[in-house]
């Protein structure tokens, strides 16, 4: 226990489960439980991690009910995760929020609800790439981290954070980058802005683009069921049947995975897309730097996704189609988040 006298900040422990929160038969199911494993409750992590208590005052939550298939938020669950933890952060008792999560989805629920949570408070999304209960298993030392950087008043209205590996990342920047290795996630383009040092958590940049408290985005606002938006990858030799198929199946948006490699069946049903009114945005194939926004696309009317990658580019574009089917303001989107 703290010594007597000392205030620690309240931070929430949100379990959607994940590996993070996985116990495998033997400490040598690194990857994937052999038998299937199991779930466990957040308040195993105050049980198995009594030092978390010397950082903030804990309290938890379990939502693994809005899980999906791989431990993670299910998209179709976001809209309720971020309405549970907007009532947290908007308790004034509770400090922080630290949301556990499985590693393949944990970028995008981090962006969905960057773009969301009218919060300053700080809400951190961490993940393991090894079941709690393996050997070497990096969930410990990343929920532990992910607790002090919660608690820290310096990480108050930065946005939603992901911490992994010591380091703190931006949800927008933020992307899965190994599926194994403990250094599984980063930002490729702008890198981390801070990090979970053992003697000190400190911060060396902030996200300059708009989110949490400064979001156009009201969750209330949101409908119960955001449009549709396809991507499709660009392929040189591709035709265009399953951009129409997109289409066909209901989609009001579509996102195009690396635009500068569109074949020519493909930019001419890009055309007729745009000519229905279907908002088109075009992200690069490099999983680094900016979507370049050619001739071709701009008189095709695409709208350059910046340097976000497919999935989130997706998510944006269907908040915007939620506002608004102005491709003059969804360009603007695209511009400021």
């Not at 400090?95 to 393949?104: E, F, L, P, S």
């Not at 989805?105 to 919060?119: C, E, Q, R, S």
């Not at 999304?125 to 070497?136: D, E, F, I």
């Not at 400190?202 to 396809?230: C, G, Q």
């Amino acid at each position: 226990m703290p010594p007597p006298g000392i205030d620690l900040p309240h931070v929430v422990l949100v379990s959607v489960g994940g590996e993070i929160a996985t116990n495998c038969d033997t400490p040598l199911d690194l990857a994937d439980c052999a038998s299937g494993g199991e779930t466990f409750a957040p308040a195993t992590w105050t049980r198995d991690l009594p030092d978390l208590g010397l950082v903030a005052r804990i309290g938890t939550e379990d939502l693994r009910a809005f899980s999906g298939a791989d431990g993670g938020a299910a998209p179709e669950h976001w809209q309720a995760l971020a309405g549970r933890l907007q009532q947290l952060a908007g308790d004034p008792e509770v400090d922080g929020v630290v949301v556990t999560h499985g590693a393949d989805g944990l970028a995008d629920t981090a962006f969905f609800l960057n773009l969301v949570l009218p919060t300053r408070k700080p809400v951190v999304l961490v993940a393991a790439q090894r079941p709690w209960s393996a050997v070497s298993g990096d969930g410990p030392l990343n929920l532990y981290d992910a607790v002090r950087v919660a608690a820290h008043p310096a990480a108050g209205g930065k946005g939603v954070l992901v911490v992994a590996n010591q380091e703190v990342h931006a949800a927008r920047d933020a992307r899965r980058t190994s599926a194994y290795r403990m250094d599984g996630f980063g930002s490729v383009d702008l890198g981390l802005i801070g990090v979970a040092d053992p003697d000190v958590v400190r911060f060396f940049t902030e996200p300059t683009r708009r989110h949490t408290h400064r979001s156009e985005f009201e969750l209330a606002a949101l409908p119960e069921s955001l449009p549709a938006v396809e991507i499709v990858a660009a392929v040189p030799d591709a035709p265009g049947r399953l951009i129409e198929a997109a289409l066909a199946a209901g989609a009001k948006g579509l996102v195009v995975d690396g635009a500068a490699g569109l074949s020519a069946g493909q930019l001419a049903a890009l055309r007729r897309a745009r000519e229905q009114g279907i908002v088109v945005v075009a992200t690069s194939a490099t999983r680094g730097g900016r979507a370049p926004e050619v001739t071709a696309l701009r008189e095709s009317g695409v709208i350059p996704g910046d340097n976000l990658t497919p999935t989130k580019a997706r998510t944006l574009l269907r908040l915007a189609l939620a506002k608004t089917t102005d491709p003059t303001e969804i360009r603007r989107f695209f511009r400021e988040y």
